[in-house]
C-alpha cells in the first residue's frame, strides 16, 4: 500500500493561472495549508491533483496554451495537474447555488439563509459527476487512492459508482456537520447522507462534527450503527462499512514559526507597534463571511471600551477583512454593515491621537499577516461557526515569545484543542466577549506565556503533516491500531 498514488482531488485546483505584468500568462501555486501538506506527499508518492481553475480564464486561452502551463506546472510542482472545465452556469448553480447558498449557511447552521433552489440540486449532480469522469479518466483501481476535499464534492464517490467505476476513496469535510435539525430541512437530505457513505473513509475536523453525522445516519438510515469509539470508528448500514474518523486539520508550524523570526516580519511588526505605540493591538483576521462573526465582534468590542473605560486609548482593534464571494449581494450587504459599525464605534470613541478600529479590506501578503501576527498582543478570533479556523492556530505558531493571548469562540473546531490556553467565549455573547477582551488586557505575563506555550506544544505536535499522514494511515493502509481509542 505504501507505493498506492494519490490523487487529491477538490474544488480548485493547487495552481493558479494569472496575467502577469507583461500580459503573459503564468502560473502560481496556490497558497493554502491543503497544497503545502499535499504537496510533498504528491510528489513523494507520485501523483495528480483534480480541480477546477477557476474563472478568470473561461474563453481567454486557447487550448494548446493552456495545456502548455499545465505541463509547466507539473514540471514545477512534481505532479500531475488535471483541470476540470466548468461552463457559466455550472459556476453559477453548482458553485454560488448549491455549494454556498445551501450547503454553507446549512452546514454552519444558518439555515434562514440558505435559497433550496431545486435547479441547483441538478447542476451540482452535474457538475459531480463531471469531476467523476476526471478521476475515471486519469487513475485507476489498484494503483490509486482517490482523496476528496470538502462539501463541493459530496457526490464524487457516488457517481463513481453509478459509472461502475472501482476506486479507494476517502473524503474530507473542511466544515462543521450540522446536527440532525438542521440537516434534515435539506431537501436532498436522503441523497447526500447516502452518497457521503460511498466513501471509504469519511473524516471531519472534530468529534462534535461526526457526532452529528453519526446521529443523521442514525436517524435517517434505519438498522445502521458505529461499532468502536476511538478517532476512527467503523459505521455499519444495511448496505455498506464505512470508516468515519476525526481529523482536526492544522497548520505547517515550523514554517510558521520560523518565518515570524525573520528579519522583514520583525521589522515590519516593528513599525507596526512604533505607529501605534503604547497600546495594545487586538488582531481580528478574517475572510469576508457571516459566519465568521464580524459584526458581533465589532459590538463586543465596543461593549468593552463602554464598560471598561480605562481600556480606551490602551487599546486599538485591528480588523482585516479579506474580500471574498464579491459578487454576491449577501456578502456586499455584510461588507456596508462592517463599514457603518466601524464608522460607528469610531466616530463614538475617537480622541486625539487614538482610533480604535483600524478597518483593513484587503488580502495581506505573508510578510504582512505574520507581521499583525506577531505584532499584536491578543487575537480575538469569533466565528460563529467553523471547521476549524486556521488564522487560531497561524496565530499561536507566530507567537514566538508566547506573550499572545487568543480569545477563541467555543464555536471554532479549534477549541476542541486550544481550550486548555485560550479564552474561549460565546461570540453570541457580546458582553462575555468584551468580558474576555479585559481579562486578555490584564492578563500578567507569567499566565500569558504559560497558556500559550500549552497551545503552541499542542499545534506543533499535531501539526498539518501529522494530519495527511494520520488520514492516509486510516484511508490507505487501514492501520487502525494506531489511534487512540478514546474520543479526543
Ligand atoms: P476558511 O473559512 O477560509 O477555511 P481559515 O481556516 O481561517 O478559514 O483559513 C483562512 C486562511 O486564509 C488562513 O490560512 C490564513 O492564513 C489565510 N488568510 C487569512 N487572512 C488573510 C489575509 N488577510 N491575507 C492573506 N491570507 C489570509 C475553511 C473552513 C475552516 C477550515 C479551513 C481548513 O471554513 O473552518 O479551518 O477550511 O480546513
Known sequence: METTRLAVVSNRLAIVVEKGNDGKWMIKSGSGGLVTALGPVLRDRGGLWIG????????????????????????????????????????????????????????????????????????????????????????????????????????????????????????????????????IRLPWRFQILEAMLQYDLVGFQTVRDRRNFMDCVRMLIPGSKVIGHGQVARCLTPKREVLVGTFPISIDFKQFAEFAGTREVQDLAWIIHANLPERQLILGVDRLDYTKGIPHRLLAFANALERYPELRRKITLIQVVVPSRQDVPEYEALKHEIERLVGEINGRFTEVGWTPVHYIYRSLNRVEL???????????????????????????????????????????????????????????????????????????????????????????????????????????????????????
Open 52 to 183: 477546477w481553475l477557476g474563472s478568470n480564464l473561461q474563453g481567454s486561452m486557447d487550448d494548446g496554451a493552456l495545456e502548455e502551463l499545465l505541463a509547466q506546472g507539473s514540471r514545477e510542482t512534481g505532479y500531475s495537474l488535471k483541470p476540470v472545465d466548468l461552463t457559466q452556469e455550472e459556476i453559477q448553480k453548482y458553485y454560488f447555488g448549491f455549494s454556498n447558498e445551501i450547503l454553507w449557511p446549512l452546514f454552519h447552521d444558518l439555515p434562514s439563509r440558505c435559497n433550496f433552489d431545486p435547479a441547483y440540486w441538478r447542476v451540482y449532480e452535474q457538475v459531480n459527476a463531471k469531476f467523476a469522469r476526471a478521476i475515471a479518466e486519469n487513475t485507476g483501481e489498484e494503483e490509486d487512492y482517490v482523496w476528496v476535499h470538502d462539501y463541493q464534492l459530496i457526490l464524487v464517490a457516488d457517481q463513481l459508482k453509478k459509472m461502475g467505476v472501482n476506486r479507494h476513496t476517502g473524503f474530507f469535510l473542511h466544515i462543521p456537520f450540522p446536527p440532525l435539525d438542521g440537516f
Open 370 to 488: 505574520l507581521a499583525y501576527y506577531r505584532t499584536c498582543e491578543v487575537a480575538l478570533i469569533t466565528p460563529l461557526k467553523d471547521g476549524m479556523n486556521l488564522v487560531a492556530k497561524e496565530f499561536c505558531a507566530s507567537s514566538i515569545e508566547n506573550n499572545g493571548v487568543l480569545i477563541l469562540s467555543e464555536f471554532a473546531g479549534a477549541a476542541a484543542q486550544l481550550y486548555n490556553g485560550a479564552l474561549l467565549v460565546n461570540p453570541y455573547d457580546i458582553e462575555g466577549v468584551a468580558d474576555a477582551i479585559y481579562e486578555a488586557f490584564i492578563m500578567d505575563g507569567e499566565t500569558r506565556h504559560a497558556r500559550m506555550e500549552k497551545m503552541r506544544r499542542s499545534i506543533q505536535k499535531n501539526d498539518i503533516f501529522h494530519w495527511v499522514n494520520a488520514f492516509l494511515r486510516a484511508g490507505i493502509a487501514k492501520d487502525l491500531s494506531q489511534f487512540p481509542k478514546a474520543e479526543f
